[in-house]
């Protein structure tokens, strides 16, 4: 089984992350491997929509999980009965197949049920009525018909009605069957009796004296025209069989319908259960196979079975902008981790079972190694590819004002730009100016959007940063903001939960934050309110206000 492969960023992703992984893919499958795909962990941030709107792509492929599922784990070639198939055509399938157990479905595809070996058995040896040479059988008899490739044109047409068939041979003597008929005829069901014989056509006449539901002729003959005449007449049905009659009473007894033996009692997996989550119940249960189902549905999507458990297939990804676990999407662990290209500090707990190709380079953005890695390569994005990795490298290095940036960013940002047809610094300039978070967005999305957990000295941190060309929208939303922190550092425990919001124009920042006073205390910043700090010149997350945290951490000891 072929495992996805995705290309993505870290939770709550900037437009760095999405633009680089985005561009990351394309350059993956210009290189050969055709099945790479562009994922993200968080939402679209607005100046990204902006800017997959005018490259005319759509934003990629959302994944919140990647641990396996139901659904990653399932094979898909997928063999299958319908509940309406007979027993024959079953059988048949399984045997082409060489399988123990099908799932089987309605005309809807909904999985209705499985079948067994076992439960073909059953078919095969259905209960006898009282001890006497009969068997029960629930067909139709135009079922019966087609399963032997039986000729219906000497009595009344088959119907195709399902109905309680009582079966028997009319091989004993012909005292002994019209004492059988006779019997029944008490009984009051004898109107429920195929009688099936070969060339006997005094057992013929006794069917038809009887009144039998049907006449099964067996061996390739055929009844006596004038008494299949009057069996036409009197609304008995005649089945010429060619088979001897050993041999069309088992496949008559084929001829029943799958869904007549199905149990509700078999366990269904959704193709978005994690595998964790149901490991040991069908570790536990007796049932072989199990059907995997579409979320919220019960159609066929795959089945599973215990031996698929063992060494379940895992998803391949490349990382993007990042080298944390905390920062990659949930389930990072289970993944197969392929590459990881970043431009921040190695830090945190990410580990790999195998070797990873790891591209760090301090550089302004992921974006910037991206492009790099075309044109070593001696590849050409397109002009939509190279419009969303000048995105993500402006955005990342604040049109180059950033003091991360380097001399391989300002190279890389003209090549892109002359890809992509637009002037650098026009494209930065309405980049920036399109979709204000803080005029447009709910102070969730203003906190979430670009937000990153580091671990330090002991602590988890929550440090998150928005871009204006403007603080004037700031001030009305400075209390809501506060409290979306003060949230957050409940529910998770933060030591500090902190925005900050910079003004690309004048390079001049606010940082709000709530967290242990030890910490905030030590942050080596004016502060102009319990929660508020100016922060002039602090516009690089990764190279001014992290490490400033680092060391109000490391202060608050002493």
């Given at each position: ?73 399932s094979r898909k ?273 990410l580990t790999s ?135 957050l550092d409940v ?68």
């Amino acid at each position: 089984m072929t495992t996805p492969w995705y290309v993505i960023g870290h939770k709550n992703p900037d437009a760095d992350a999405i633009c680089a992984a985005m561009g990351h893919a394309a350059y993956l499958r210009a290189m050969g491997d055709e099945g790479v795909e562009a994922a993200r962990c968080g939402e679209v941030p607005p100046r990204v929509k902006i800017v997959l709107e005018k490259a005319g792509l759509e934003a990629p492929r959302l994944i919140e999980d990647v641990r396996p599922t139901a659904g990653s784990i399932s094979r898909k070639n997928i063999v299958s009965v319908r509940h309406d198939d007979t027993f024959l055509k079953a059988y048949r399938l399984m045997v082409d197949h060489s399988v123990r157990s099908v799932p089987v479905v309605n005309n809807d595809g909904e999985v209705c049920g499985l079948l067994h070996f076992l439960d073909l058995l059953q078919l095969l040896l259905p209960p006898a009525t009282d001890g006497r040479d009969v068997k029960l059988l629930h067909a139709s008899l135009e079922n019966i018909a087609a399963t032997l490739g039986a000729s219906s044109q000497h009595g009344a047409t088959p119907p195709d009605d399902e109905e309680d068939l009582i079966m028997m041979v009319g091989a004993s003597s012909q005292n002994t069957v019209e004492k059988r008929l006779k019997a029944a005829k008490k009984e009051g069901n004898v109107g429920e009796y195929l009688v099936i014989c070969g060339d006997r056509p005094f057992v013929h006449q006794q069917a038809y004296d009887y009144g039998v539901r049907a006449l099964l002729v067996t061996g390739g003959y055929q009844p006596d025209v004038e008494l299949a005449k009057k069996a036409k007449e009197a609304g008995m049905f005649i089945l010429c069989s060619p088979h001897d009659t050993a041999t069309t009473v088992k496949l008559a007894l084929c001829a029943r319908k799958v869904r007549n033996i199905l149990s509700d009692d078999f366990l269904s997996l959704s193709a978005n259960e994690v595998v964790e989550s149901f490991a040991k119940q069908i570790g536990d249960s007796s049932q072989d196979l199990f059907p995997v189902v579409e979320p919220g549905s019960k159609r066929l999507s795959g089945v599973v079975s215990k031996s698929d458990l063992v060494s379940p297939p895992r998803i391949r990804l490349s990382l993007v902008d990042h080298n944390e676990f905390s920062q990659a999407v949930k389930g990072v662990e289970d993944a197969q981790i392929i590459e990881i290209i970043d431009h921040h500090r190695l830090s945190g707990d990410l580990t790999s079972r195998d070797p990873v190709r790891f591209i760090n380079e301090p550089v302004g953005s992921s974006s910037t190694i991206v492009a790099r890695r075309f044109r070593e390569k001696g590849l050409t994005p397109d002009a939509s590819t190279a419009l969303l990795l000048c995105a993500g490298l402006v955005s990342d290095t604040l049109n180059l004002t950033s003091p991360t940036t380097t001399d391989i960013d300002r190279d890389q940002l003209s090549w892109l730009a002359g890809l992509a047809g637009v002037s650098p610094d026009k494209f930065a300039e309405d980049f920036f100016a399109s979709g204000s978070l803080l005029i447009n967005a709910d102070a969730k999305a203003i906190v979430g959007t670009d937000r990153k957990e580091f671990s330090e000295d002991g602590m988890i941190v929550s440090l998150a940063q928005v871009e204006e060309i403007s603080l004037k929208g700031l001030e009305g939303r400075k209390e809501e903001l506060i409290d979306e922190l003060s949230r957050l550092d409940v529910q998770h425990g933060y030591g500090l939960c902190a925005l900050l919001v910079t003004d690309i124009t004048s390079h001049h920042s606010v940082l709000l934050a709530v967290g242990e006073e030890a910490i905030l205390s030590k942050l080596p910043f004016d502060r102009i309110a319990k929660n508020e700090f100016a922060a002039p010149k602090i516009v690089s997350r990764k190279k001014q206000l992290f490490p400033a945290v680092c060391e109000a951490l490391r202060l608050r000891h002493g």
